[in-house]
């Protein structure tokens, strides 16, 4: 049974020495688990804002095309490298090549940058369930209560003054209690989800992922029986198809996309390394990203039915709020208008228990997915004991966090938040790994060992997805939001007047010393080293050549494109056409560089020979400078600024188009979620039949 070799695979795919590595037990755990990290505040806070700012319903085209195109072939891609080396990301990364480790431990080090911060945001959720129990045993009003305009004011005030004691500027303050408490208590019960292992967590997910579902079912429920809801939901459904003409809805619908599937910090490797080994691979992925959706779009309908009511509630009681009023994201509607408009209906006290579970039920399973994939990182490099590991870590991660349990905490959490999950961090570290897992390793490989397992099989459009579009559309993303950020008006790191902005200054200095400290935990010699890769003969470096001659070329029109287009945006000359030119000469060479590499990865591997460095690097650099010169001409002809601007209200309520919409994602996401269910219970039937399952 045991026999030692039992881990080796057939076809040398990955080498992987099977350990008594823990799993999850059951595959529902292992799904609900990666739901429950993939669905946070961000379905909540970020999804029908970004929705509702850009063109309502016509958003879901970009969002879904992002989800199908980029999002589940990247989950199945994080899944398929976790399971295949049964190792947390570093070891991971480390496993396909000594140098790629580094790649893991940047992930896990923006991850940690995470964790400092993201159990604040349910320190105050904790606090404000508390608040709302403590009303609704008492029967008092609720501390945030007020009326009309001035009533939002109040909610504002009690929120960011009475609770936070916010300072605008960066000084923190003291330290403050009222948040600090909560704050360890999270911790607290973040620990006590993982300490006893991954086949506990997989159990506390049966309740930390369908308990939100249930309460946002109920918000949802509630909201939509509403007077006035309908008129809400016009705001959030209503589409303004113009929107998909602008470049700006594609990349904040691929921002929110990735962001919202927990990609690219590891996470997802992590939690895949725990699976058994005969596990599916592909049709979980396309569960989790489905089941993703199918949350933001009902917490959309929660919120924006119950902002309906309020406003017409409002209307009713004479000192009308409309919904454009209060309509946020982030935490000014989680913590400002939601539970505002909530104290303007019946059952305030209830419904904001219901509301507040439903966000520390949200965010709890994403926070703690990233305590597990830094500890079972630790873990796995230096084969320490799990307990004391997750204790110290723990008791770090609460230090660092009580930087934010300050004045200026919140201020400071925006800032780190913006560069760790926007395009510093997290888009750049899924290009990253796009990159390297495309074209520095035999993707086949990967591809062959989720197909032998899955319900369904990819075909070879997906090594295409993951060489190609994956990181063109993030190349994209990324150099167009460092474009602006480097041309803003404003400055980004000096303004005119050669002051320095000391939080973008803090910001980039924290994503730059990932990569650094990265490179030295990955230098540092591991408990177990990687077994090596078999030799193959590497094909000769001559005749990668002409592809790497190209690559560099469009490389050399960027940085050319880049300057012009600075230029040019500098001088308010749009169509310049050098920089078209320049750009349009990186996207050629590009396009030629990534195609004559490709081309000649193919016949490396039928010729049974690894493909030369100088093809690899070719694709790398074709595909880079081909995202940067898309993101360059992006930026030369959008002002992002410009686009944000509010929807016109919609005053007759949902249109026909609107119900389409419903219809339509009901249809797409709900359809395709029962048929992903489908196959894995099949699959799992026949399992069952041949007395496979284990
Ligand atoms: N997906 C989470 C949300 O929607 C946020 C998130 C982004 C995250 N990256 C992550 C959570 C990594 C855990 C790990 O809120």
Redesign the pocket.
Known sequence: MNAPRAGFQRNGTVEIREEQRETWGTRAGFVLAAIG???????LW?FPYKLYSYGGGAFLIPYLVALIAVGVPMLILEFTLGHSTQRAAPDAFGRLHRRFEMVGWWGILL?FV?ITYYPVILAYCFSYLWFSLKALATGANLPWAGEGLAGVTNAGDFFYKTYLGYSEDLALGGLRLNIAVPLALTWLAMYLCIFRGVRFVGKIVWLTVPLPWIMLLILAARGLTLPGSPQGLAFYLNPDWSQLAKPSTWRFAFGQMF????LA?G?MITYASFLHRRSDLNNNAALVGLADTATSFVAGLAVFATLGGMAFATQQAGHPVPVQEVVKGGPGLAFVAFPYALAQLPYPALFSAVFFITLVTLGID?AF??TESILAAIVDKTGWRRGPVLIVMSLVGLAFSLVYATAGGLNWLGIVDGFV?GTWG?AFMGLLQCLVLGWLYRIDRLRRHANERSDWRLGAWWNGLIRFLAPVTLGTLVWWSMFDDFASPSGFLRDAQGRWHAGNVAGLAVVTLAPLLALAFSSLRGAREAAPHPARPAAPFASGLPALVAAVASVAAAVCGFAAVLAACRGGRPGDPAALAALAAAALAGAVAAAAAYRHIRRAAASGADPAWSARWAGILGTVALGAACGFFLALRTSVAATAAAPSAPAEGLSAAAYGIIAAIGVLVFGGLAWSLYRAVTAGAREDAAGERI
């Open positions: 990290s993939a669905v946070g505040l961000g379905n970020g991850s995470i962001f919202s599937l927990s910090f996470v994403s997915s990233i999950n997290i």
